[in-house]
C-alpha cells in the first residue's frame, strides 16, 4: 500500500473550521483515502473516506485532489472533543492493509 | 448493536513467556485485523483474518500469530515473550474487509512485559 505524508501536529480555535492536510503522491487507481481519529486511551475510529469525489459526512467533509494525490480532511467546527490524533490512510491493491502512519496531532484552544 | 470487545483490556507477563489475547467483533463482521501500538513505532498493521482465513500479514516475527474460529471471533497469540512486545494491541472489524469497508476499532489490551 502507498504510504501518506501528514503534519506532525497543527492547532486550532475551537469553533473554527480545521483543514488537515494529507500528502499521498503514489497513490493508485484503485487505493481508497480513509481517515481515522484516535482520542486518548481510545482505539482509533472511523471519520470518512472517498475514491475521487469529495465526500461529506456528520463528522467531517473531505477533500480530494484532481489528481488524487492529496486530501484535506475538513473539520467545519473544531471542538474541544476533536482534540486527537488524525490518521490519513489509504487502502486498496493486493495487500488491503491499512498503513497507519505517524498522523497529525490537533490541539483545540479553547 | 454492540461494538468490537476485547479481553482482557490489560495483562503483565514476563519475558519468556506466551500470551493469547482475544477479539470479538461486531456481529454480521467477518474480517478482524490486528495492529500494535506503541509510543515510538505507532500503530502497526499484524495481520487480517477474513472467515477464518489470513488474509494479510504485516512484517512481524513468527512468534506473532493468529486464529479466527467459524464466529469470526479472533485471538492473536505472542510467544516468547520479549520487553519490546509491550504494546497496545488493538483489534478491529469491518463487514468484508475491502478496499472501502470502514474498520470498527476495540479499545485494545494492554500488555506489559517484565
Known amino acids: 500500500d502507498a504510504k501518506t505524508t501528514q503534519p506532525n501536529s497543527m492547532e486550532s480555535n475551537e469553533e473554527e473550521p480545521v483543514h488537515l492536510p494529507c500528502n499521498h503522491s503514489?497513490?493508485?487507481?484503485?487505493?481508497?483515502i480513509h481517515w481515522y481519529r484516535q482520542l486518548p486511551s481510545q482505539g482509533p475510529e472511523y471519520v470518512i473516506h472517498?475514491?475521487?469525489s469529495n465526500v461529506n459526512n456528520r463528522m467531517a467533509s473531505l477533500a480530494i485532489a484532481e489528481d488524487r494525490k492529496s486530501s484535506t480532511l475538513i473539520l467545519h467546527r473544531a471542538t474541544l472533543r476533536d482534540a486527537a490524533v488524525y490518521y490519513c490512510?489509504?487502502?486498496?491493491?493486493?495487500?488491503?492493509?491499512?498503513?497507519f502512519g505517524t498522523g497529525t496531532s490537533l490541539t483545540v484552544i479553547p | 448493536k454492540a461494538g468490537v470487545t476485547q479481553t482482557p483490556r490489560y495483562l503483565i507477563k514476563t519475558r519468556g513467556q506466551q500470551v493469547t489475547l482475544s477479539c470479538s467483533p461486531i456481529?454480521?463482521?467477518?474480517?478482524v485485523s490486528w495492529y500494535q501500538q506503541t509510543p515510538g513505532q505507532g500503530l502497526q498493521f499484524l495481520f487480517e483474518?477474513?472467515?477464518?482465513?489470513?488474509?494479510n500479514k504485516g512484517n512481524f516475527p513468527g512468534r506473532f500469530s493468529g486464529r479466527q474460529f467459524s464466529n469470526s471471533r479472533s485471538e492473536m497469540n505472542v510467544s516468547t515473550l520479549e520487553l519490546g512486545d509491550s504494546a497496545l494491541y488493538l483489534c478491529?472489524?469491518?463487514?468484508?474487509?475491502?478496499?472501502?469497508?470502514?474498520?470498527?476499532f476495540g479499545p485494545g489490551t494492554r500488555l506489559t512485559v517484565l
Open positions: 490512510i489509504l487502502r486498496g491493491g493486493t495487500g488491503n492493509q491499512f498503513y
Open positions: 478491529a472489524s469491518s463487514l468484508g474487509g475491502t478496499s472501502y469497508n470502514e474498520q470498527f
Open positions: 456481529s454480521g463482521h467477518r474480517s
Open positions: 503514489t497513490i493508485s487507481g484503485t487505493d481508497y
Open positions: 483474518y477474513f472467515s477464518e482465513t489470513q488474509r
Open positions: 472517498g475514491l475521487t
